[in-house]
T-cell receptor, first 114, second 114 residues
Framework: SQTIHQWPATLVQPVGSPLSLECTVE??????LYWYRQAAGRGLQLLFYSVGIGQISSEVPQNLSASRPQDRQFILSSKKLLLSDSGFYLCAWSVEVSYNSPLHFGNGTRLTVT | AQSVTQLGSHVSVSEGALVLLRCNYS??????LFWYVQYPNQGLQLLLKYTTGATLVKGINGFEAEFKKSETSFHLTKPSAHMSDAAEYFC????????????FGAGTQVVVTP
């Protein structure tokens, strides 16, 4: 069966510090991978999605970036965090090229920028 | 672009009472619709999905939803609420003309009172 791992679960970082969040999927090949952010009291905002190694699409211009160095690994990064980057970050995957395939989410990372 | 509207950001129900969460969508193509549940500090878990076929869809934990094309709705119901149903619920639509991308509603927080 497929599983998705996301870490760390919680993170407190000062403004201006770098960020690296990692997500890996097991049990499937060539998944679509996604990074979402959920700010307090708000819905889900799609940040990045990837359909293959090295293929990243950005949905929202910001100081975050994403990379996919391996088929089942998705990394969210920032060189300098802002206060507004605080939130709950969720990684997700879906079956490649399938309109009706649902998203499967990791347990999320709670990021607090101080 | 497709969109999703969830009516009511907070819903309070008594234990044993009917749970009804409303979701309306806009779409220029046949939609693929999903309901997710999120417990505190966790990722989203798929409750059920509608792709094609039967318009009444049954999901996990006793939930079901009915796709009504004429009303562009996909409301979620459960006949008898349980304390464990307290969570946030998200309706989502898959953009069939732009595969792999999902549009989420703002979410509905459900509180269950004894």
């Amino acid at each position: 069966s497929q599983t998705i791992h996301q870490w760390p679960a919680t993170l407190v970082q000062p403004v201006g510090s770098p960020l690296s969040l990692e997500c890996t999927v097991e049990g499937t090949s060539n998944p679509n991978l996604y990074w979402y952010r959920q700010a307090a009291g708000r819905g889900l905002q799609l940040l990045f999605y990837s359909v293959g190694i090295g293929q990243i699409s950005s949905e929202v211009p910001q100081n975050l970036s994403a990379s996919r160095p391996q088929d089942r690994q998705f990394i969210l990064s920032s060189k300098k965090l802002l206060l507004s980057d605080s939130g709950f970050y969720l990684c997700a995957w879906s079956v490649e090229v399938s309109y009706n395939s649902p998203l499967h989410f990791g347990n999320g990372t709670r990021l607090t920028v101080t | 672009a497709q969109s999703v509207t969830q009516l009511g950001s907070h819903v309070s129900v008594s234990e044993g009472a009917l749970v009804l969460l409303r979701c309306n969508y806009s779409s220029s193509v046949p939609p693929y619709l999903f309901w997710y549940v999120q417990y505190p500090n966790q990722g989203l878990q798929l409750l059920l999905k509608y792709t094609t076929g039967a318009t009444l869809v049954k999901g996990i934990n006793g939930f079901e939803a009915e796709f009504k094309k004429s009303e562009t709705s996909f409301h979620l119901t459960k006949p008898s609420a349980h304390m464990s149903d307290a969570a946030e619920y998200f309706c989502a639509v898959s953009e069939g003309d732009s595969w792999g991308k999902f549009q989420f509603g703002a979410g509905t927080q459900v509180v269950v009172t004894p």
